[in-house]
Nanobody
């Protein structure tokens, strides 16, 4: 049984930093790209970026330069380090796993497994 367990969300002030972790079990971690999405109230899932299985990363313009992904294969864990946070970053953050061979991995439909989500709230 595949599980993605997230931790590390919370409340932070504008300009602050926060790190969210996502630990996977039940899958071969090295075979999966790990994507991040967020969902604010009343909005659809927004792609936050991906840590691909080949070691490369992609960040959309909305978070580029502020968010950083890293992977610890020994712990089957991927990290989302967020800095210079803004109130618009407030959302539930989800990690997701895909073994798709595509380079473009922004579509939620490509991801077979999802974490439960963790709330990130940025106060103004």
């Amino acid at each position: 049984q595949v599980q993605l367990v997230e931790s590390g969300g919370g409340l932070v002030q504008t300009g602050g930093s926060l790190r969210v972790s996502c630990t996977a079990s039940g899958l071969s971690f090295s075979d999966y790209s790990m994507g991040w999405f967020r969902q604010a109230p009343g909005k659809e899932h927004e792609f936050v970026g991906v840590s691909r299985r080949d070691g490369t990363t992609y960040y959309p313009d909305s978070v580029k330069g502020r968010f950083t992904f890293s992977r610890d294969s020994a712990k089957n864990t991927v990290y989302l380090q967020m800095s210079s946070l803004k109130p618009d970053d407030t959302a539930v953050y989800y990690c997701a796993a895909t073994n798709s061979a595509l380079t473009e991995l922004r579509s939620p439909g490509l991801y077979a497994y999802w974490g439960q989500g963790t709330q990130v709230t940025v106060s103004s």
